[in-house]
């Protein structure tokens, strides 16, 4: 599988930027999928709902499906967090995986820069950055897209992983 990520500080605009992109390669008739990274505790499943109350009880893996969509929940309890290539082989096939976040992981990446933040650049100490998408003219010694240029941001994302 083809992977590229984005990333950047907290509120760089990684999320938006992974939702504009996902929707711009997918119309152009590729398959698409995500993987977040959350530095946090987080839960997708709500208390009292009956796949809750599975977790709760100690189900080691709670998988919920519906003629809409299924979901996997694997609850790592004192395990240490699976690396990316672990997560990688639970997707099924698709032509590109987009990760939001892993910024240490070694796969090429773009980071996503808002000058607002006050935060510094990812990209001068990291080789796997291979570009910046920022809301403010900058010049580095590798490619600098406009934030919101989201199709000159797919082109290149596309050319880089060769689809």
Known sequence: ?????????KNAGKTGLMER???????RGFSVSTV?????????D?????????RQAGAAEVLLASRSRIALMHELRD?????LEDLLTRLSPVDLVLIEGYKRDAHPKI???RAV???????????????????TGM?????????????????????EVGL
């Open 46 to 54: 709500h208390p009292g709902k009956d796949s809750f109350r599975h």
């Open 79 to 83: 395990a240490p967090e699976p690396p």
């Open 36 to 44: 977040k990274h959350a530095h946090h505790s987080f839960d997708v």
């Open 21 to 27: 992109l996902v929707r711009e390669i997918t119309g």
């Open 117 to 135: 933040t006050g935060n510094p650049l990812i990209a001068p100490g990291d080789p796997t950055v291979r570009a910046v998408a920022s809301d």
């Open 1 to 9: 599988m083809r992977l590229y990520g984005v990333v950047g500080w």
């Open 139 to 159: 010049t580095l010694d590798r490619p600098v897209f406009d934030l919101d240029d989201t199709v000159a941001i797919a082109d290149y994302i596309l050319a």
């Open 111 to 113: 980071e996503a820069h």
